[in-house]
């Protein structure tokens, strides 16, 4: 694979065919996934296309290390691991944030056939 040419459509391009030449219809497949669920999921390929990158450096160069001290001190981790919480006092302000757009309906509001009264 050769260098980017720093062109801003580069990682559209790259993105798209990582994407075609693994899976036959994309698009569809992406369909399936929440946007947080898609992103994590491209992030996985280009991880794995970066492993697949590293495997064929490792395999044909003379390299002293073994793979896994090779892929460790080569690799970028692109994904996160944890998942962040929020806390009690931030989720408590960006309720009230988003109260001044809308107004939360309250319990006695609403009828049991999903309707306001």
């Known amino acids: 694979?050769?260098?980017?040419?720093?062109?801003?459509?580069?990682?559209?391009?790259?993105?798209?065919?990582?994407?075609?030449?693994?899976?036959?219809d994309p698009v569809k497949l992406l369909s399936t996934y929440t946007l947080p669920d898609a992103v994590d999921f491209v992030l996985f390929i280009f991880e794995q296309d970066q492993d697949d990158i590293l495997w064929d450096i490792w395999l044909h160069k003379e390299i002293k290390l073994d793979y896994a001290a090779y892929k460790k001190a080569h690799s970028l981790?692109?994904?996160?691991?944890?998942?962040?919480?929020t806390s009690a006092v931030d989720e408590q302000e960006t309720i009230a944030w988003a109260t001044q757009f809308i107004k939360p309906?309250?319990?006695?509001?609403?009828?049991?056939?999903?309707?306001?009264?």
């Open 1 to 24: 694979m050769g260098r980017s040419s720093g062109n801003w459509r580069d990682g559209e391009h790259i993105l798209r065919d990582r994407l075609f030449r693994r899976y036959g």
């Open 77 to 85: 981790k692109l994904r996160k691991s944890t998942i962040m919480k």
């Open 105 to 117: 309906i309250e319990e006695k509001e609403v009828n049991h056939n999903g309707g306001s009264i």
